[in-house]
C-alpha cells in the first residue's frame, strides 16, 4: 500500500440566481418553488443555497412542475 490519497470530488454550492440560469427561469419561479416545496434547498443565514445534482434529481423525477 503507497500514500495515496483519495480525494473525493466535492460539489460546489449554488445560489438562487446560479440555479435560476442552470433551470433558465427566473428568480422569481425559483422562489415560489422554494415556497411550494417543489426544489431542495438549503439556508445559509438569509441566503438560498442549492446543490445542482439534488435539483437535477428532483427535475428527472418529475418533481418539479411549473
Known sequence: ???????EAVEKW???EDV???LSV????IRAW??????????AG??????LSEVDDYVR???ITE
Not at 422554494?34 to 439556508?43: E, M, Q, R, V
Open 14 to 16: 449554488v445560489n438562487l
Open 26 to 29: 427566473s428568480k422569481d419561479t
Open 61 to 63: 423525477n418529475g418533481k
Open 1 to 7: 500500500m503507497g500514500n495515496e490519497e483519495n480525494i
Open 46 to 51: 438569509k441566503m438560498y443555497k442549492f446543490k
Open 34 to 43: 422554494i415556497k411550494a416545496g417543489k426544489i431542495p434547498y438549503y439556508k
Open 20 to 22: 435560476a440560469t442552470y
